[in-house]
């Protein structure tokens, strides 16, 4: 079946920088989304892009549609504490369920 | 209420019990997802509804998971003859398209613990 993968799995940051993490699929898709996840919460949706090379922002967060559909990429600005988390990517094909990828987990440092 | 409602947070089964998962969707939202997250991974799909109607429970383990949403608002999911590996946090979401091909809220899960 699809899989996605996502790097870094981790990473530590000072608070201030700038964070990129990126995922990479097998296949091609027609929508990803970009989710947060808190320790013991649901995943929270935070940007979703519809078209290859589409480039969505949300406040400090900016996503992109890979142009070949088999990737997305998400930026985060000057990294505040509240960004830790885990944060997943997910694709689809239409009418077809979200694959979800492992996640990126996002340590900032004070 | 204004989010995805799952209950209960917390549910520990001993091996070979019976369990039943509720969720409550967000109010007139058409489609609801289950998805089954295992420690340290990603949320993996198990089912989806659209209104009442099970379009796909392609994503279920076997046949001892069964997800009903009778009504076409709130859902079930049931685990019969629970087994360890059945441990995960189960997460349901909903969308209000009647179309798998839009990002969802997700409710903040039940954590199941078979022992």
């Known amino acids: 079946g699809q899989q996605l993968n996502q790097s870094p799995q981790s990473m530590f940051i000072q608070e201030g920088e700038d964070v990129s993490m990126n995922c990479t699929s097998s296949?091609?898709?027609?929508?990803w989304l970009w989710y947060k996840q808190d320790p013991g919460e649901g995943p929270v949706l935070l940007i979703a892009l519809y078209k290859a090379g589409e480039l969505t922002s949300n406040g400090r967060l900016t996503a992109q549609f890979g142009i070949t559909r088999k990737d997305s990429f998400l930026n985060i600005s000057a990294s505040i504490p509240s960004d830790v988390g885990i944060y997943f990517c997910?694709?689809?094909?239409?009418?077809?369920?979200?694959?979800f990828g492992p996640g990126t987990r996002l340590s900032v440092l004070p | 209420g204004a989010g995805v409602s799952q209950s209960p947070r917390y549910k520990v089964a001993k091996r070979g019990q019976d369990v039943a998962l509720r969720c409550d969707p967000i109010s007139g939202h058409v489609s609801l997802f289950w998805y089954q997250q295992a420690l340290g991974q990603g949320p993996e799909f198990l089912t989806y509804f659209q209104n009442e109607a099970q379009l796909d429970k392609s994503g279920l383990p076997s046949d001892r998971f069964f997800a009903e949403r009778p009504e076409g608002s709130v859902s079930t999911l049931k685990i019969q003859r629970t087994q360890q590996e059945d441990s995960a946090v189960y997460l349901c979401a909903s969308s209000p398209f009647g179309s798998t091909d839009y990002g969802y809220t997700f409710g903040s899960g039940t954590r199941l613990t078979v022992v």
């Open positions: 997910a694709g689809n094909n239409y009418g077809q369920n979200f694959v």
């Open positions: 296949s091609i898709f027609n929508t």
